[in-house]
C-alpha cells in the first residue's frame, strides 16, 4: 500500500513545541475530479505533529492531486491545498500553509462549529484530564482551554 506522511500542528499548545500529537481524519478530494472522494480516520500524529496516511490497496488515488481536509480530535475542520501524489511514499508539511487546527469543537455533536454545545462539554469537564477537552494539551481541563474556546467561538470550519 501506498503511504502518505504529513505533519500539521494543533493549535495554542503547552508547551508550544514538541506537543502536537492529536487524532485526525482526514479527507482526501480530486483537485479534478471532486466526486472522488476518500475518507480515513483515527490517524494518530505523534508530539512533533507527523502522521501517516495508509492508503489501502482498495483505494485508487489516480487523479493527479488531492485537496486535503483535515480534522483533529477537538479542532476544526481545516481544508489544505490541493498536493501532487506521486505514488510513492510521499511527504507533505502542511504546516508550511501557516494554518494550525483551530481548537474547540469538544460537543459529542460534531456540526463544524464552536457554539454553547463545544462549551457546555468543556465546562462540564474542568478539572479533568479528558483528551478532547484539554485543548492545550496540558494535561488538566482549565481556564486555559476555555480561554482558547471562547476565543474561537462562533467560528466554523471548512
Known sequence: P?????????????PITGNWSTTVDL???????????FTYVNISTDSTGEGTLIIPAGDALIDPSYRFFIKGLSHLRREFNCYAIDHVNQYIDFTLEGKELLAGETSVIFDNYINSLDMSYLIS???????????NHNGIVDSLDFNIQVNNLFLAGD
Not at 482526501?28 to 472522494?37: A, E, F, R, T, Y
Open 27 to 37: 479527507t482526501v478530494v480530486s483537485c479534478s475530479n471532486p466526486s472522488n472522494i
Open 125 to 135: 469537564k474542568m478539572g479533568t484530564a479528558d483528551a478532547k477537552a484539554d485543548l
Open 2 to 14: 501506498e503511504t502518505i506522511t504529513f505533519k500539521v500542528y494543533p493549535e495554542k499548545r503547552l
